[in-house]
């Protein structure tokens, strides 16, 4: 990826969130949503990496959380979470854990494991569905 494109690439996702709108718009019945993210790798050369991610009503409804793996030529796009998020907010979930799977593909990067847990938060003059 060159210099000119790595920049594109980034307004692009600028764009993205700007287009994504704020939680208080799209999901007024959210209070905050919290993501925690979990690398593991087991082995010689283990790994252990955790990122938690805060949204209030008032952050732009974009989940996109980027690979913790160093040199990661995997999922350089990062992760998705706007269906996970979308759909727990329509069954009115208030927790929910997956697993996902990053293949490194990097120079040094090798393959991990990655959990996440998505932790959402209602205002409560919402009637629970
Ligand atoms: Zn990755």
Known sequence: ???RERCDAKLERMQERQD???ISQRFPEVSSI???MEHNRAGVSAIHLMRTLNFSSCSHAYFRVECLNKDCGDCTDGFHLDQVVAGMIRTHTALKEGELKCEGNGVTSRSVNISYKVTIR???FFPRA
């Open 1 to 3: 990826m060159t210099y």
């Open 20 to 22: 994504a709108g704020l």
């Open 34 to 36: 919290v993501v925690d």
């Open 122 to 124: 209602y205002n409560e």
